[in-house]
């Protein structure tokens, strides 16, 4: 497991971007799949993006999709997810994840930042 720390989110205008960045600690990062989760007020923990090792592959929900990028830095052990076209609907806690397994799903990662909120105002 390796320890993550996300930042970058606060309150953002509708139409607007924000880049969130998700810092490990632990040098097995690179070895590792990582993905992008929010979780919405009285909502479940949803999937957003995903990411191989190597950053050589990506995947995304259909609500990311054209608006949203993930990337990596494995050199700084630190992953990014930039945000445009924001609306209101993407308020959440936005959680980075890390495991073996590139995947969409939740119980496939192992590691987990403590969130950061993205709150998206009218």
């Known amino acids: 497991q390796v320890q993550l720390v996300e930042s970058g989110g606060g309150l953002v205008q509708a139409g607007h971007s924000a880049r969130l960045s998700c810092a490990a600690s632990?040098?097995?990062?690179?070895?590792?799949?990582g993905a992008w989760f929010r979780q919405a007020p009285g909502k479940e923990r949803e999937f957003v993006a995903a990411?191989?090792?190597?950053?050589?592959?990506?995947q995304y929900a259909d609500s990311a999709k054209g608006r949203f990028t993930i990337s990596r830095d494995n050199g700084l052990s630190t992953m990014y997810l930039q945000m445009n076209s924001l609306n209101p609907e993407d308020t959440a806690v936005y959680y980075c994840?890390?495991?073996?397994?590139?995947?969409?799903?939740?119980?496939?990662?192992?590691?987990w930042g403590q969130g950061t909120q993205v709150t998206v105002s009218t």
């Open positions: 990411i191989t090792s190597s950053g050589n592959s990506v």
């Open positions: 632990g040098r097995t990062f690179s070895w590792l799949a």
């Open positions: 994840a890390a495991g073996p397994k590139y995947s969409s799903a939740r119980n496939m990662y192992n590691s």
